[in-house]
């Protein structure tokens, strides 16, 4: 090809490769969003498997308060929530249920107030559900724009009900898969988190 140099040739090869790599690199890369706080219910270490379980997925980059306040929502656009009671985490924490309870709801009505989207997330299975747990996780439930959860903690389709009653008569096609997402594992609760987090961006 007439005026075609060998350096260009080295030169399209250096940008193509260039790109492929780039391409190839961009499922690598984290996703930061600071924007995001992560936070307890019932104090038993519900939040501190979700962060983890967002690191595994590459998102690092969050806010992470175990007993927040509606004022730790300055800047937040979603708050996930992980809940589960255990009475030794609640001593700890200086709460009795009914203290942890209002401080919830009150969680919960400013992040509405705000208009910052709720993800509720139950990864705590048998241990964290019964007469202590559930009106907690009840609370988080009816108060999620999504809730997740491992299936051994919906194995009496106590989420299932919940979140049926919440969408009242005839839901629109595909809510409850919305509302609820039962998953099966807990390294799949990580998955689901990071595909809520990238369609909500």
Known sequence: ???????????VAVVTVSVIAAIAGLGKAEIRHSA?????????????IVRLLLKKNGIT????????????LE????????????????????????????????????AHARSVKIVGVHIGGHPRRGEISDPLNELVMMESDTFV?????NEDDF??????????DNPE??????????VESKSDVG???????????
């Open 149 to 153: 959860v491992w299936i051994q903690g």
């Open 61 to 72: 980059d969050i806010t992470f308060v175990e007993i927040a306040a509606p004022d730790d």
């Open 173 to 182: 096609e595909g809510a409850l898969s919305d509302q609820l997402r039962v």
């Open 159 to 168: 989420f299932t009900r919940l979140a049926v009653t919440k969408l009242g």
């Open 36 to 48: 995001i706080l992560v936070t307890d219910v019932g104090q038993g270490n519900n939040a501190k």
């Open 75 to 110: 800047g937040i656009g979603m708050m996930i929530v992980g809940v589960g009671a255990s009475t030794k985490g609640l001593g700890a924490a200086g709460l009795d249920l009914e203290q942890e309870s209002e401080r919830a709801a009150n969680l919960l009505a400013a």
């Open 191 to 201: 998955t689901e988190l990071k595909e809520i987090i990238e369609s909500s961006s």
């Open 1 to 11: 090809m007439a005026g075609f140099k060998p350096w260009n040739a080295v030169l």
